[in-house]
């Protein structure tokens, strides 16, 4: 079960307890006698499930990263923050927003909703805007005409699976506002045809031989992880809509394999 809704049933059946007696039940209740235990329990818990529930679903949001797709920026094993007002204030349960402040930009860090299966949060990179034409070629990524800035940094090694060590070509990449690094594995291909899926917007898209163009829809963002031949992302299954928007991440606040990763920022 989704944890917001999980969280909204069990805030409803909290308050709802505390109001039943409050208004009905606990009114005929002699003095000095002792609340029946659902009672107690549901006054104890209904303000922390409040508080809680609000800050998960306007402020700040906590989630785990569960593979390697977004190395070397995110580490498997990391616990994350992820700013949910950056975007606009949306409904909790069905994510509709409800008041405009800002928008994805290129480079952001963003944690979405699968599209194939919404029930599942995905964390990627945002590469390309509404209206953007990006072109993946090589390993290098264009965008609306212009060759996005790349700087080899050297090579950067990590447990791929298991006891299995990938040494790869690690480069910064400047992207929008964003300075970060990615990792590349040169001898492979820029994208895999066979794991293109058909997906809404397919038609805006055009693959050819170790290369592709897209033009981004309105309202849709494209993503791809920083390991870029270690991701399963827009290249495979397709554009982000607005509606599937989780929020910006910002911070690493905990990683138990990795301390000294505490309280790194998220660029």
């Known amino acids: 079960m ?13 308050g709802s307890v505390w109001l039943l007696d409050h208004f009905v039940t606990g009114k005929g209740r002699p003095e000095g006698v002792k609340e029946p235990w659902w009672v107690e329990y549901s006054k104890s818990f209904f303000p922390v499930i409040l508080i809680v529930f609000c800050l998960r679903s306007f402020l700040v949001e906590p989630f785990k990263i569960p593979s390697g797709s977004m190395i ?31 928008n994805p930009e290129k480079g952001d860090v963003m944690v979405f909703r699968y599209p194939k299966d919404p029930g599942v949060d995905y964390i990627k990179r945002v590469v390309g805007v509404p209206g953007d034409k990006i ?9 609306n005409g ?25 480069y910064n990449e400047s992207l929008g506002k964003h300075n970060h690094e990615i990792i590349v594995q040169p001898e492979q291909n820029t994208y ?25 829809p309105q309202g849709h963002y494209f993503m791809m992880g920083d390991n870029r031949d270690r991701s399963n ?26 301390f000294k ?3 790194t920022k998220i660029n």
């Open 261 to 263: 990763r505490i309280g």
């Open 146 to 170: 212009e060759k996005i800035k790349t700087i080899s940094t050297g090579e950067y090694s990590y447990i791929e699976s298991g006891l299995n060590y990938a040494t790869t070509a690690r």
């Open 2 to 14: 989704n944890f917001a809704l999980f969280m909204f049933i069990a805030l409803l059946l909290t």
């Open 192 to 216: 895999y045809p066979s794991q293109v899926e058909d997906f809404p917007g397919r038609e805006n898209c055009v693959y050819k031989q170790n290369e592709f163009t897209c033009t981004i």
């Open 135 to 143: 072109t993946y070629q090589d390993k290098q990524l264009t965008i």
């Open 233 to 258: 992302d827009s290249r495979y299954w397709g554009f982000v809509p607005d509606k599937n928007i989780v929020g910006k991440a910002f911070l690493v606040w905990w990683n138990f394999d990795h």
């Open 72 to 102: 070397p920026t995110l580490l498997v094993g990391d616990f994350i923050l992820v700013n949910k007002f950056d975007y606009g204030i949306r409904i909790p349960i069905i994510n509709k927003k409800i008041v405009e402040i800002g």
